[in-house]
Nanobody, 115 residues
Framework: QVQLVESGGGLVQPGGSLRLSCAAS????????MGWYRQAPGKQRELVAA???????NYADSVKGRFIISRDNAKNTVTLQMNTLKPEDTAVYYC?????????WGRGTQVTVAS
């Protein structure tokens, strides 16, 4: 059974930083594309950042230059370093694991940016 467990969310002031981590169970982690999505109240879930099995990265325009996604295949983890946070980054952040049409989701971690 595949499980994705996010951690690292919380309350932070504007301009601050947070580091989200996602621990993935299951085999062959390295062949999966991984991503972070977020969903704010009343809005659709959106892609924040993604990293392919080969290490290529992709970011939403709203977070480019502020967020960094990385993965550690030896530890089956993917990390999202979030810097210069803004109130509009407030959302539940979800970890996603994808291989072809198969995908899995974590339960999410709340990130709140407020002074």
């Amino acid at each position: 059974q595949v499980q994705l467990v996010e951690s690292g969310g919380g309350l932070v002031q504007p301009g601050g930083s947070l580091r989200l981590s996602c621990a993935a169970s299951g085999s062959f982690f390295s062949v999966y594309d991984m991503g972070w999505y977020r969903q704010a109240p009343g809005k659709q879930r959106e892609l924040v950042a993604a990293i392919t099995s080969g290490g290529s990265t992709n970011y939403a325009d709203s977070v480019k230059g502020r967020f960094i996604i990385s993965r550690d295949n030896a530890k089956n983890t993917v990390t999202l370093q979030m810097n210069t946070l803004k109130p509009e980054d407030t959302a539940v952040y979800y970890c996603n694991k994808r291989l072809g049409l198969r995908q899995y989701w974590g339960r999410g971690t709340q990130v709140t940016v407020a002074s």
